[in-house]
């Protein structure tokens, strides 16, 4: 199939090309009829593609599969500017999206079809704004996670690692100064920000696990998700004892981060996509069927670019 395509002629996309002689753009497997390895429009391809959007066209984008290669990215983008009414179009093969604007009297259900005529899957529209959304929240969530994380991590390592491994790095000046920091009153501020930047970054962090165990326990069930969130919660609500009343004991505000960091990263990146919050995949499921007749939202984005 690979190499159909990388030679042309081999899919629905090449048919769509050669039937409407639309030139392939440099870089996709076009012909060169000169011969020289010279082709038409190398001078406009030698800088960053600049399109004139005339004021008042649309943007739509589209969740697509099907694209796969550059080259059948470089053939989609001109099969959509030879379309009438389209100004500028757009596709980004690594995430599978097609950025159009185009002339409002051309109809997000028509450029839909010319997608598919091309031979690619198009998701509906509340799909591709509801994963392209996923997406960026949870790479907002592993951005709080590791910055927050090494916001703790910094004091921890600083002032307060030091007063509990003197033997290993330090001198007896250096841990009895960091010591009597520790026991004035500079120590309540200095907890009070750990506690609220290893809280914080566990509530944005883990908040669809945190629903998602929330549920679970409401349901009468027990899982792996229950257990991480009852941990850190407990030890969460340990070191905030040990900080601020008579109770005594480490305080492990950096525990809590580094779990965060860490179970952020692996449901990231470690196991499969859990960019949707489970918890709410079958009110959204339920939410998409009642609403196959109505108008599809538009996924703001620019087409990856």
Not at 281 to 305: I, K, L, N
Request: aromatic residues 8%; proline residues 4%; hydrophobic residues 40%.
């Amino acid at each position: 199939m690979r190499d159909r395509d990388h030679h042309g002629g081999g899919t629905p996309l090449d048919t769509v090309v050669r039937e409407r002689r639309i030139d392939a753009p440099h870089g996709s497997g076009g012909s060169d009829p000169a011969g020289d390895g010279s082709r038409e429009g190398d001078a406009s391809e030698s800088g960053p593609r600049v399109a004139r959007v005339p004021e008042g066209h649309e943007h739509d984008t589209f969740s697509v599969e099907g694209i796969e290669t550059e080259r059948r990215e470089g053939l989609l983008e001109a099969v959509l500017r030879d379309v009438d009414g389209v100004s500028a179009a757009s596709a980004t093969w690594r995430n599978g999206t097609v950025g159009v604007h185009h002339d409002p009297s051309l109809s997000r259900g028509a450029l839909r079809e010319e997608l598919e005529e091309c031979g690619l899957v198009v998701a509906s529209g509340d799909a591709a704004f509801e994963a392209r959304r996923a997406s960026q929240f949870a790479s907002a969530r592993v951005a709080v996670a590791v910055l927050f994380g090494l916001m703790v991590a910094t004091p921890y390592i600083a002032v307060l690692y030091p007063t509990r491994v003197e033997w290993l790095f330090y001198d007896p000046v250096t841990v009895q100064y960091l010591q009597s920091i520790l026991d004035s009153q500079m120590a309540t501020h200095f907890f009070v920000n750990l506690g609220s930047l290893s809280g914080i970054a566990f509530l944005v962090a883990c908040g669809p696990m945190i629903r998602r165990a929330v549920a679970a326990v409401r349901d009468g069930r027990f899982t792996n998700e229950t257990a991480f969130v009852g941990s850190v919660v407990a030890l969460y609500g340990y070191s905030t004892l040990a900080a601020f009343t008579e109770f005594g004991g480490a305080v492990h505000y950096d525990l809590v981060a580094y779990a965060v960091v860490v179970a952020t990263l692996w449901t990231q990146f470690g196991v499969t996509d859990t960019a949707f919050d489970l918890a709410k995949s079958d009110e959204s499921a339920a939410e998409e069927t009642a609403d196959d007749g109505g108008d599809e939202p538009v996924a703001m984005t620019d087409g990856g670019r």
